[in-house]
Nanobody, 118 residues
Framework: QAHVVESGGGLVQPGGSLRLSCIASGVSFSDNAVGWFRQAPGKERELVATLTPGITTTYQNSVKGRFTISRDNDKNAAYLQMNNLKVEDTAVYYC????????????WGQGTQVTVSS
């Protein structure tokens, strides 16, 4: 049974930075796509960034140039470096590992809260 755990969330002022971490067991980041999603209060969950096994990245337009997704295969970990954070980035952030190319069938963590506020 795969298990995914996120960490690194917190409270930060606008313009600040946070680095989210995602550790998985029972599933390999090197063989599966990994994605970071977020859900703000009253809004739908949305895709923030993805990283394929072939190291292709995609980003939501609103985070391009500010967020960077990466992974460490040796640690079976993935990261989301978030710079120049904005109030509208406030959300619960989730890490997901795709199963057969599908995040819907994949493995999800419980989420970590990111709050951007002055």
């Amino acid at each position: 049974q795969a298990h995914v755990v996120e960490s690194g969330g917190g409270l930060v002022q606008p313009g600040g930075s946070l680095r989210l971490s995602c550790i998985a067991s029972g599933v390999s980041f090197s063989d599966n796509a990994v994605g970071w999603f977020r859900q703000a209060p009253g809004k739908e969950r949305e895709l923030v960034a993805t990283l394929t096994p072939g190291i292709t990245t995609t980003y939501q337009n609103s985070v391009k140039g500010r967020f960077t997704i990466s992974r460490d295969n040796d640690k079976n970990a993935a990261y989301l470096q978030m710079n120049n954070l904005k109030v509208e980035d406030t959300a619960v952030y989730y890490c997901a590992v795709a199963d057969g190319g599908s995040y819907g069938r994949g493995y999800w963590g419980q989420g970590t809260q990111v709050t951007v506020s002055s």
